[in-house]
Structure formats: C-alpha cells, structure tokens
C-alpha cells in the first residue's frame, strides 16, 4: 500500500526520534503507525473506532509483537494517561479538532504530554472547507487549551498546526 502524501509529510514533521514516546491520535488504517516505528519510537494509537484499530493492528503486528506499538479503541478524551508521558502527539485529518468544542481532548493530550513535548494537529492539502476556517479555530483551541507559540505551516503536502505544551 503506498504511503499518501499528507502522512509521510506528517511524520516527518513530527520526527520521531528513536526511544521517544510518541502519541497518534486517529491511526486509520495504520500507516503513520509503521512510519513512526519504524523510526524505532515507541507508539501509542488511539481511536474511537474498532474498525480502524483492527486495520492499525493487523498492518503493524510485527511493531506490536517488538514492543513499539500499543493500539488502543478509544475516545480521546475518555483517555487516562500518566501525565507527562509523552514527548510528542499528533493526528492527520482528525476533524474533531475544529468541528466542535475539543477543549477536553485538548486537556488530554496537553496533561500526556511533557513539558516542551510536540503537538502536531495536521490534515491533508485539499478538504471540504477552505484552511483559513481549519487554522483559525484550531489554532483558538490550542491557545484556549494553554499551548503555547501555535505555527500554521501549509505546504502541498499538508496543513499543519504546531505547538509544544509549555
């Protein structure tokens, strides 16, 4: 299967150092999973829906029989995690960052990272609506949520909202 665009650019966005504790957010079916262990970070993948934790599962069992990948069905922001346990987080084409209230995901994501840790909220080139409606509300909730320093980056690969949790 090859890689899309938007999720190889992500990922090198994100760039996943080897023994860093990375958060995805939305793995679908599980390609930015084996672009991020394979860079020997250690992965946790969380969605909502079973469907695509399977696919997430089955394409990287190898990374999960290593150690690398965790996979979790879950809402984001049922999660508990243990504060300050990851040094990045990040999702490609999760829409709940900007269609609603995500003040609680937000507070997740920022509690499970540690201080200086990585926030990337991306999405690909072309969508439904126009990216300045995309950037202007996320780039609201990250700032609401105590991120710290938001960067817009949008390139032909993808749209990216970047912060590191203060």
């Given at each position: 299967m090859p890689v899309p665009e938007r999720v190889a650019w992500a990922v090198d966005l994100l760039d996943p150092r080897a023994g860093e504790r990375i958060l995805e957010v939305g793995p679908g079916p599980g390609v930015a999973a084996d672009l991020v262990c394979r860079r020997?970070?250690?992965l946790l993948a969380v969605d909502r829906s079973a469907v695509a934790t399977d696919r997430t599962l089955r394409r990287n069992?190898?990374?999960v029989a290593a150690g690398l990948l965790?996979?979790?069905?879950a809402e984001l922001a049922a999660l508990d995690l243990p504060p300050g346990s990851f040094d990045a987080a990040f999702s490609v084409n999760?829409?709940?960052f900007w269609t609603r209230s995500a003040?609680?995901?937000l507070a997740v994501l920022r509690d499970a990272l540690r201080p200086g840790g990585r926030l990337h909220?991306?999405?690909g080139p072309a969508g439904p609506q126009p990216p300045a409606r995309i950037t202007a509300a996320v780039g609201g909730?990250?700032?609401?949520?105590g991120f710290d320093d938001v960067v817009v980056r949008s390139e032909p690969a993808g749209l990216a909202l970047s912060s590191r949790r203060p």
């Open positions: 020997g970070a250690r069992a190898d990374h965790e996979v979790r069905t999760v829409n709940v003040d609680r995901e909220v991306c999405f909730a990250l700032r609401a949520a």
